[in-house]
Structure formats: structure tokens, C-alpha cells
């Protein structure tokens, strides 16, 4: 760990679609390398004073971007070494996604939809979800966002075992991606 940590000269910054893994992975990673990790829906939470779902219901997808926006900028603009789990639109957004492109190594945790829909059925604070069909909701977010997301530095797949097996992954993935850029 400590090899991978000391070639690390910017941020990590996770990426996917909701229910990707990003918070819960982003959080053993951080610990895994003895780095800082910050949860960016975490961070709206407290500079808002209301749940991340709640901000976006009652103000708006558009203004919820754009503070989301505005946040992710300032959390990668210090090049700070640390791990950051971003919420599940970040990387969609092609001035943001430039911005952690150049800023980040950006890391995309890509599981599958029945999986995506699992983990998101666990709690009712996604609002793009309260819809009749949250299944095809996902579907339908997942072909918009793709291409965007393959953008990524990396890309790790996230399925069904365990967060300790996706964390490995990324570490043998950043490591291949260091020495590629070594």
C-alpha cells in the first residue's frame, strides 16, 4: 500500500451511477492506503444543513448540479492526496468531468444494473428513483452516462462480492495505471 500511496500525486475520486459503491468502497480504500476520505453528497449534506435527496427535491435537479458542481471543484482544486466519493451525476457533467480528468485519477466503479438496483432499493432517498419503474429508471441513466463514466482513468467493475475484493481491484488497477504513466 505504501508503494502505491507514495507515487499518488492527486486525488482519487470515485465515479459510477448510484448505488456503484463509491461511499461505502471509497471509505475501505481510503483506510487501505491511510489516506483522508471525503463523501461529496456528504459534504452538500452539511454545507446545506438537509439530506443530499432532500436538497435535490426541494431545489431542483439544475441547482443541485451546479452547488455539486461548484463543491467538487473546490475538493480536487488543492490537489489534496485523498480519496473522494462522488455523487452519482459528478462525472456526467463535461466541465466537471474535465476538471477531475486533470485534477483526479478518476476511478470508475461500474456494476450491473440488478446490482445497481439492489443496493438502491435498501432506501428511499434517491429521487431520480421514485418513479413507477426504478429498474428501468437505472437502465435508462445507465445508457445516457456510460460514455461519460468510460471517460474515467480506470475502470473497476463492482458486482455482487465483496467491497474488499473491489478495493484490491482498484489498487492492482492503480498501480498498473501508475507505472503505465511512470
Same mark, same amino acid.
Given at each position: 500500500?505504501?508503494?502505491?500511496?507514495?507515487? @499518488?500525486?492527486?486525488?482519487? %475520486?470515485?465515479?459510477?451511477?448510484?448505488?456503484?459503491?463509491?461511499?461505502?468502497?471509497? #471509505? &475501505? =480504500?481510503?483506510?487501505?492506503?491511510?489516506?483522508?476520505?471525503?463523501?461529496?453528497?456528504?459534504?452538500?449534506?452539511?454545507?446545506?444543513? @438537509?439530506?443530499?435527496?432532500? %436538497?435535490?427535491?426541494?431545489?431542483?435537479?439544475?441547482?443541485?448540479?451546479?452547488?455539486? #458542481? &461548484? =463543491?467538487?471543484a473546490r475538493l480536487v482544486e488543492s490537489q489534496e492526496v485523498r480519496v473522494i466519493a462522488t455523487g452519482g451525476g459528478v462525472f456526467v457533467d463535461p466541465v466537471t468531468r474535465k476538471l477531475l480528468k486533470e485534477r483526479g485519477l478518476t476511478i470508475w466503479l461500474d456494476a450491473p444494473v440488478d446490482v445497481l438496483v439492489q443496493r438502491t432499493s435498501r432506501r428511499d432517498t434517491r429521487p431520480l428513483l421514485k418513479t413507477p419503474d426504478p429498474k428501468a429508471t437505472i437502465e435508462q441513466i445507465a445508457a445516457l452516462e456510460r460514455a461519460a463514466y468510460a471517460e474515467a482513468d480506470i475502470h473497476v467493475r463492482s458486482g455482487s462480492g465483496g467491497h474488499a475484493d473491489v478495493v484490491d481491484s482498484i489498487i492492482e488497477a492503480m498501480e498498473t495505471f501508475l507505472d503505465r504513466r511512470a
Open positions: 500500500m505504501q508503494k502505491v500511496r507514495d507515487r @499518488l500525486d492527486r486525488p482519487i %475520486v470515485l465515479v459510477g451511477l448510484m448505488g456503484a459503491g463509491k461511499s461505502t468502497v471509497g #471509505r &475501505r =480504500l481510503a483506510r487501505r492506503l491511510q489516506l483522508p476520505f471525503i463523501d461529496s453528497d456528504t459534504e452538500i449534506e452539511d454545507a446545506v444543513g @438537509l439530506p443530499a435527496g432532500e %436538497v435535490f427535491e426541494r431545489y431542483g435537479e439544475e441547482e443541485y448540479r451546479e452547488g455539486e #458542481r &461548484r =463543491l467538487v
